[in-house]
């Protein structure tokens, strides 16, 4: 802490507080903000008794801290949050979520839930799919589900932002422009998915075990993935009549990398439209994202490595052997988290959507 | 070398060669015929001028070596070959398989060609995929593809056989018994593949560079991968009506997995008939494999480490949203291409199947 | 458990014990006695309730039990043991260790002891190290000490065989040979030494967590780590008069890697003469292991890759900058492990020492 | 290339050209610059016939480039680099850097050379260790050495500076308050460092083939590594008396690390004072560092995690067993050369020195 920076102390700089710091997403969002020119970390609040320390629990934060006034992580408390900050990341579990973000919203700070709690607007879906009861379910209608890019007009004048799942935001930003256009068919839609490690948290499991989750790669939760909702749910929101035209979910399938970062989704689907080419959807993905500054159309497939680390997503899409392919990469901590978290952040506080984040 | 053991010298064991030795399947060959209690390794033969000492090459080879006459590589001689072995392991590249195939049989040299050159029945189809003059056509009709489980007698009589493609060899596993039941629609089918690194050859290349390949994850050759039309011709040979019925090829899609060794197939089909279960799929896969020593059909999903270094393939099939999907593992080198060089060889030999495979 | 090999049935082999196999040394010692010859596990034991079944917990040993009777661990049971076996391997916590040993000795069972609790002949220092009490310090003098290359004749004739640490097998090795021959002050001796994940157990832990111990590498026990005593204690034993010479403790840094398996250590010492060279410091090690089965010397730097999945250890020593270097290779669940408990094993059952192990 | 961003664009940046930016150091300044609110890259320029355009080659920076004029390398032309920018970035092969830096100097443009070319003061110790022609031995004396911490102000006045080695800057800031206090024996120094991969570049070679560097661990360069001297050098410039005391070079033995980034150095000494402890090192320590923004002594022993993609450098020191033990930690492409580099640019060009990498 003893590392001294001015930026930190500015007091013309907007005062946000990052709920539940000592997971990844925690930890990535601190990393944001440290270089973020116009917000500022006023507030590090955890459950913790007794609360940490951030830079014992993260050592590499030393300095991304310098000027923060103590480092110390405080209680929950929605009444002091409220006095000093404008808006609030919850990085928490969705029990914890649901629980604080109505005191918040009471208190007139605005809210980023990087939790599920509020990703699914029927509080029947959300019991099913996460298994305990939804204690906010009167909270629903308003939160705003932050995949910016197709809700960016709802995200600026929201309280309550539902950060989308990781697995989701690929699959979204690379399905809805050619299920819009009507160019595949939204029955065959298989989602292929693979995530680094961090996606499953910081707490040790023997799956996630080094010597367990090293040199292996598996699938897991075949087509019963709690993200599996959350996709279809978007995609018939925003996938004009071919997306509400879905029948039942699509196949989901996500895999475990043994690396630390990064979803890489390969995405199949029928062309609905007879001589359907790689041009026509290319050009659908150019045209739906020529003016997104985190959505890269690729020409080729990309790799995790061209996304690592940035709030970039970057897509392909192709037609072979009579079917669309689709490869979308994203890193899962930041554009599938923290990034999108600040990206939507940036949008509530009347910021420039990309600030902080190029 | 110095390390001293008699079972080399063993001189009732069946003497072979391993021709192409420095690369990754030559050195599985080598571990293996190692441990194996009937076969010795009396000649080891290197196209590179000077000729190799292979514990040079791999200096973990030198307790497996020990016994061996020289250690030394020698050039690749037909004729010599012939004098002192039985049977030859070729792990060289394509063309080169072609070149010295004839001479060695005929010389009365069994051969297990661990190369692509006698793998598919048509030499057009051949050098479509491969981009190169097939200079041995006249040889595919002598060649049995080895995919063991179902080429078994085909295998035991032969004197050349072409040893399957890593990925081919877990896609018709998981597929062939579907398929000749009627139970998927051979049009449906993709196969995502995942693969680690050990499977693109020893030679250094810019994307297999350690920073570039670790913590890394991309598909490639996405439906044009030379591997597809090795996969389409098992199924058709080996999947019955169904199997025959099938059009053109089935998607194939691979990926480059951050590891050493495994391979994890994901393999999508829409069901052929209505109200198909998993309770039929795994039974049709437990039937299919019951009494095969190297094929065990699972309950659960396989992983990569359940494989690693052994030449079994676990498989795993279920029904999820209206699809079919099948998770099929095995270790590239082994089941994948070395391991099952030697469970054919077992075969031509007229030994037991599972000979220093267990 | 499906899968049928004859081998596990042959009633001529020699039944052992694996005690406590759900860990990564039980687990290899099952993957190393699978392919014995001469032995055969006839009783696995946990101590979990319910005990567990062998190929659930690791679903890979699936066709290594091929014909064990029943694949499922039995309760420790001394007296049932004793019936059935003549041997068992101890693969449990220290203070399990201590209490079922004199049990088993008593019976008439030979015991090779993989944890700590034999391993040093003054029950104070093992306290000291361990931090609890030694429960059966009146066993200590019937022990011998399993570095099988310096203890063989002890270890030919023991019952109850404590099998070496995996640092100090690797430092005692590369290390004896000079102290005794006076090449190296043994008061200037450093061992910076590095192991993989698995030396750490399969205990998840929160620094063994998949996204903090990848692409990490960190110091840890800097010079208190409890081998210290063992490495200290052999110097002292087999070190001739150097080694008795010996002050306090040598020092010793143990870092942990990136990787699953595999011991490097890189041993710094001052040379005990004038004019002391790489030849002289070669020339000792190649002398005293020439003639050893597991032992390599090499002229070049061994690698883990070069020992990996191998009963070897490969040592180079050389001179720089008026220092001694020793650079010592090994797998720490192998050499390090299950397969030195299998070599000593192999002593005190009568059998040829390479036994199962080349 | 088509994401928008004005900052590129602003004219009241200062102008710099990065040399050579297809390599590891050239991408990390890339985008180290790219985050930087003083400075803008104006000119990308590469050797290559014809000259690639950054964004192919690393697809990564597409939006880091945003707003870059074109985002084409130029060729090394050092009048038109002269005309545009202030200050040039070398990241060349040494023996090219000699070649433009004279140029570059003659057309009044500071040099920041990230190659080994300026960083020996000697010659002949550079041909000896480089095995090269030195082609601009007259260009020496005009250098500063870029260890910020220790040469701070002879940077900010010069034009020519050689960024140091990746090894030596770690060695040095942990050794050199040490040394200068008289606490530790200049003579007994042993540096036993572990670098990841990208410190051996961005060139295919067989020892850093994806399947050969995974899961391995090596030594190398065993007390002949070329950044001995440097080392060397540094200790007897700035060490004080007991620098100038050291006789030859100390030990200094690099390692492999299966990971990406990050350097630890293990460093051994022997006390020159009786009774020195743990206290009295971390204190020097401190006292040296208390006001560096860079450097952090930590109370425990750092890790990679903690300073991977920081300019931060990370120390530890303590007294076991009679010897000084150092673990310092760095990122091997930011504090150990473009970050440095960076550091060192903006206090030749009057700013802050720690903008843009914090």
């Known amino acids: 802490m003893s590392k001294s920076s001015a930026s930190w102390r500015s007091s013309d700089r907007i005062p946000v507080a990052v709920v539940g710091p000592t997971g990844y997403t925690g930890l990535e969002l601190i990393e944001i903000l440290g270089r973020h020119p116009t917000i500022r970390i006023d507030y590090l609040a955890s459950a913790r008794v007794p609360t940490p320390r951030i830079d014992q629990e993260f050592p590499r934060l030393a300095h991304r801290l310098a000027g923060h006034p103590t480092g110390e992580c405080e209680p929950i408390d929605a009444a002091k949050i409220a006095v000093r900050c404008r808006l609030v990341f919850l990085c928490l579990p969705h029990e914890a979520a649901m629980e604080h973000t109505p005191a918040l919203l009471a208190r007139g700070v605005k809210v980023v839930d990087l939790s599920a709690a509020y990703r699914l607007r029927?509080?029947?879906?959300?019991?099913?799919?996460?298994?305990?009861?939804?204690?906010?379910?009167?909270?629903?209608?308003?939160?705003?589900?932050?995949?910016?890019e197709w809700f960016r007009d709802e995200v600026r004048g929201c309280d309550l932002c539902a950060n989308p799942g990781c697995y989701p935001t690929a699959a979204a930003i690379a399905l809805l422009p050619l299920l819009r256009a009507g160019l595949i068919d939204p029955s065959s839609i298989i989602?292929?998915?693979?995530?680094?490690?961090?996606?499953?948290?910081?707490?040790?499991?023997?799956?996630?075990?080094?010597?367990?989750?090293?040199?292996?790669?598996?699938?897991?939760?075949?087509?019963?993935?709690?993200?599996?909702?959350?996709?279809?749910?978007?995609?018939?929101?925003?996938?004009?009549?071919?997306?509400?035209?879905?029948?039942?979910?699509p196949l989901f399938v996500p895999h475990l990398l043994p690396l630390e970062r990064g979803i890489l989704e390969t995405i199949y689907a029928a062309p609905a439209t007879a001589g359907l080419d790689t041009l026509a959807v290319q050009s659908c993905l150019k045209a739906a994202y020529e003016r997104e500054p985190f959505v890269v159309v690729r020409d080729d497939a990309p790799t995790l490595r061209d996304v690592q680390r940035t709030n970039m997503l970057h897509v392909n899409g192709r037609v072979v052997n009579g079917r669309v392919v689709l490869v979308a990469a994203e890193d899962n901590l930041v554009k599938g988290a923290s990034g999108q978290a600040v990206q939507n952040a940036n949008l509530m506080l009347g910021l420039d959507e990309t600030c902080g984040l190029l």
Chains 1, 2, 3, 4 share one sequence.
């Open 191 to 249: 989602i292929n998915a693979a995530s680094g490690v961090s996606g499953a948290g910081r707490a040790p499991k023997p799956n996630l075990h080094y010597p367990e989750a090293n040199e292996n790669f598996s699938a897991y939760g075949i087509g019963v993935h709690r993200h599996q909702p959350e996709i279809a749910q978007t995609l018939r929101l925003k996938g004009g009549d071919f997306g509400a035209a879905l029948g039942g979910e």
């Open 122 to 148: 029927d509080s029947a879906t959300y019991e099913r799919a996460y298994g305990h009861t939804h204690t906010d379910a009167a909270g629903l209608p308003r939160s705003v589900y932050g995949l910016t």
